[in-house]
């Protein structure tokens, strides 16, 4: 019988054991921090038909990394290399192992393969295996070639700017980068010796003298073991921690479990579930137009995982969700950072002015919001005023005279007694006035009565409203000459998805031209209520960056279907800037 | 004989023309436009003397009959370039002109009110500038929307001015002590109508303008309210309803006007940031940049490119000759034979 075991494999062993038992209570430790809520939904998903989308998202973004590849191919190959490459040497080296005739097949075995088992023929297609085997480490040392390269020049996988780790993921790292290539060495020194390699670890083996080979064989084997146990015992505290995580991420998430207003269990899975890529560090205009480096979700959830959070991270976001778009794993990175800028103490407020607004009857009415934005860009209101009364549609102007909030802004600020405040007056004179539907103007104002109020009447947007009346032929549109460029604002395109509807009307009303970055992509005017720490000339800043973005097929005008995008890019400029309203009201044609 | 181009017959660019002229200076003006002074001419009467606007420019373009100087009208300059000692002023057909000097006098715009949404202008018809009560009261005819003689008018100041969200972090100058002679000039033709003026703060920095300041308040019931008026929406009756802050005694007030005036700032015209752009002249918003705040506020950083008046900064009618005469003494001295 053939000798299986040598002291080497033991950090290997050692490093396994202390991986799963420290993966293992984590992950128990979560979960039983799970909320009432999130438990009732896994209990009852937990067996469904939903495991099958669950399977194979995970095989798609654990091992595939899809993605990433959508941002970038070689960053996509770089991760795909690595985690699918990995995971098949992994099963493949598992079936090579059992398929050899041996009595006992100790765990390592598969690992260290090559260096115990010499025969060539031990069984049927074993040289098959020995080729895969080459074929799949080339395959991952490829993809660790481009990490290197990427380290160096990030650009060149179309990353401007990269994370910048802790020590302890630079130690991680470290580890890892030094897996393939000494298992590439070890594999090739024991070819060498003996003759058991395939094309392209017997081919480097034969480089080696005979002598060095003999020599430096098991020296070679131990530094793989532990670089390997290194590795290991370092996962579960670095970054590499999403490995494992992410997978369990992508079940939970299928089964419908989602973030609420407090940091669960389920926050700490996504925590960990961030592999630090940092894709969102590009796509942040704070990072781009005004060089902020600390606050982007890498860091921000970085630091929530290692008990660092601060309020000046958690509140110098945009809230504009770019980065939410863009983000491989789909963590739910607006609602980690809604948790943390929650207040935990109240201020006490005066809500008595509320008691001073009546509700109205407006049976048979629709009713229309503006918000407080629209109050502020007028225009966007009587051009709704117009429109209602040419398709002789009765509306009631909520907050035409008294204006209370939706509440969304405060919420952003984490004011959420105040904010619940305003929503139970405005859900109360919506009640009470029986109107049909409620069509808002503000997409702060729609995300709100959308998913924040319990309504029970459809909320629409203007532009899904508008698109209603052409779609019915209430109204109708002519069509002008000006080349018309749209821009998407945050809340309603990543916020809401609506990204058809205004598209479509302005195709009707003008000649639509594209910006630079669109629909997901489409870069936040700046001057939101989601940030409250950077000053106005940052804020210009952006608004400059973004009006560039629109600016990139010269545009007659701007069109946009938010009061607040509208203000920001109208105040910088002479050029004509017009809410979606306006121009179906210039270009609708009079009954 | 030396020749010096002047861009723009404004004030600055006239009063320049002239003294130069007069001084042995071959002067070509270049206008884009079809006729001179047309800021001025805008207007009805200036402060602080209530002078008619028309005289000041009836005075200033018979300077332009001087002999020397030769003026270009529908002519817009868009670049400058030099050639060896000589200027090449490049128009808009592509036609070069030659000078040995060039002084730019490109003015001034008015900030466009369409811009500050909030406050309605071109949305409700109850919302003016300055320059349109300017016109009103050239015309002797101050009506609100629907035509009535109105009884309460409100001023905002700073419209585009000293506001960061438009841009204009820079203070216009002169639309303090306008909104001041503009409300006394109203209340003359109608006694009877309430008349506010909000404001952030009154800067009432030149010769008699306090003194007009006060004589609005104790004589002519003109009422200061310090606050900023953050929107303005319509009300049924055709009134304009406004919110602001009365700031001094802390309470948000709201209350409707007939006629609210939005006093717009001042901003470089397109022909000084066109060429302020070109030729790598341009400063902070787009002005014209001089070389030094004190002695060499007349160079530009290009040499032999000289700047007078509002295509710097705002300035007053009375600050813009002055800049003017300093300009064309600061060519003469630097040009002129010496002796």
Known sequence: MQNLFHPFVLPFVLGTIILFAICIWKFIRWFRHFDRLQRAILRKNIFSWKIIPALWEAFREGLLHIRISRQNLILGYMHRSIAFGWFLLIVVGFFEAHLTPLNSHPVWLAIFYRFFIHEHHLFASSEVFTFIMDLLLLYVLSGIFIAFCKKIYSKAVGMKKTTKHVLFDHFAKVSLWAIFPLRLLSESLAANVYQNGGFLTQSIGNFFSPWFAETFLTTSWTMYSIALGTFFVALPFSRYMHIFTEIILIYFRQMGVHEHLERTGYTMYELNACSRCGICIDNCPLNKDLNITNVQPVYFLRDLRYKRGTDAVADNCLLCGRCDAACPVNIDLLAIRQQERNKREQDHCDYSYLNNIQPFNAIGRVGFFGGCMSHLTPGITESMKAIFEEVEQKYWFLDEERTICCGRPLMQQGYLEQAAELRRKNSELIKKSKISVLITSCPICYQSFKNEYKLSIPIMHHTEYIMKLLETGKLKLRKDDLRTVYHDPCELGRGCGIYKEPRQILKKATHLVKAKHEKEESICCGINLGDTLIDIRQQTQIRDAAMNNLMYKNPDQICTACPMCKRAFNHATDFPVKDIAEIVRENMIKK | ?339
């Not at chain 2, 820079?170 to 002590?177: E, I, L």
């Not at chain 2, 920095?205 to 929107?231: C, H, M, N, P, T």
Request: negative net charge.
């Open chain 2, 1 to 339: 004989m030396k020749k010096i181009a002047v861009i723009g017959a404004g004030p600055a660019g006239i009063e320049a023309s002239y003294i130069l002229a007069s001084n042995n200076f071959e002067v070509t003006l270049f206008e884009k436009s079809s006729s001179p002074l047309s800021n001025i001419l805008d207007k009805a009467y200036l402060f602080p003397d209530f002078s008619s606007a028309t005289e000041l420019a009836d005075k200033l373009s018979a300077k332009l009959l001087q002999k020397n100087i030769q003026v270009v009208l529908d002519k817009e300059i868009v670049d400058i370039k030099k050639d060896g000692d000589i200027y090449k002023l490049i128009d808009k057909e592509e036609k070069s002109h030659i000078a040995d000097a060039v002084l730019i006098a490109t003015g001034y715009t008015i900030f466009d009110a369409h811009r500050k949404e909030e406050y309605g202008y071109g949305i409700y018809k109850g919302v003016v500038t300055s320059l349109d009560l300017e016109k009103m009261i050239r015309h002797k005819q101050i009506f609100n929307s629907i035509g009535d003689i109105p009884s309460r008018i409100t001023f905002l100041q700073c419209v585009g001015s000293r506001d960061e969200k438009s841009g204009n972090n820079y203070c216009s100058k002169v639309c303090c002590v306008t909104a001041v002679k503009q409300a006394i000039e109203v209340r003359k033709a109608l006694p009877d109508a309430e008349i506010y003026i909000f404001y952030m703060d009154l800067r009432m920095w030149g010769q008699g303008f306090e003194e007009l300041y006060r004589e609005a308040q104790e004589k002519y019931d003109i009422r200061f309210v310090r606050g900023r008026i953050s929107e303005a929406s319509a009300t049924f009756d055709g009134k304009v309803q406004i919110k602001s802050e009365d700031t001094l005694i802390g309470q948000p007030l709201k209350m409707n006007t007939d006629l609210l005036v939005l006093m717009a700032g001042m901003e470089p015209s397109q022909g000084t940031k066109t060429i302020g752009k070109n030729c790598h002249i341009g400063g902070e918003y787009q002005f014209i940049s001089s070389q030094g705040a004190h002695i060499q506020d007349n160079l530009t950083t290009m040499e032999g490119i000289y700047v007078a008046g509002t295509a710097k900064r705002p300035m007053s009618i009375r600050d813009t000759l002055t800049d003017a005469d300093s300009a064309a003494v600061q060519i003469m001295m630097d040009l002129g034979e010496k002796l």
